[in-house]
């Protein structure tokens, strides 16, 4: 299993923007499905996106469709989560995830038992 670290939270106010980074170590990143998955305090981990092998396959969870974009640079073994527009709901402890095996070229489902590798997390707090 991969290390991964997660940076770029912070705080920003209604309708800022972040980016998020996971930076991979431990083996390369190219040959398994990644996503970002959150956690508000008191739920469950939930699914934001995940991406394919290649990058060129993604799903979003419905509330952040259009406003986040997920993407990965194999060579360098990172993902990032750009987080445009974001709410107050937004606010939670993100989540870089790794080691999922796909079907295909196809990306791992929004489920985070697909994913075996997990970074520490990284806070984002959007204010009103």
């Known amino acids: 299993q991969v290390q991964l670290m997660e940076s770029g939270g912070g705080s920003v106010q209604t309708g800022g923007s972040l980016r998020l980074s996971c930076a991979a170590s431990?083996?390369?990143?190219?040959?398994?499905?990644m996503g970002w998955f959150r956690q508000f305090p008191g739920k469950e981990r939930e699914a934001v996106a995940t991406?394919?092998?290649?990058?060129?396959?993604?799903l979003y969870a419905d509330d952040v469709r259009g406003r986040f974009t997920i993407s990965r640079d194999n060579a360098n073994n990172k993902m990032y989560l750009e987080m445009n527009s974001l709410k107050p709901e937004d606010t939670a402890l993100y989540y870089c995830?790794?080691?999922?095996?796909?079907?295909?070229?196809?990306?791992?489902?929004?489920?985070?038992?697909?994913?075996?590798?997990w970074g520490q997390g990284t806070q984002v707090t959007v204010s009103s």
């Open positions: 995830a790794g080691d999922c095996s796909p079907l295909g070229l196809l990306p791992c489902s929004l489920v985070a038992s697909r994913f075996k590798s």
């Open positions: 991406i394919s092998i290649g990058g060129d396959g993604r």
């Open positions: 431990g083996g390369p990143i190219s040959m398994k499905s």
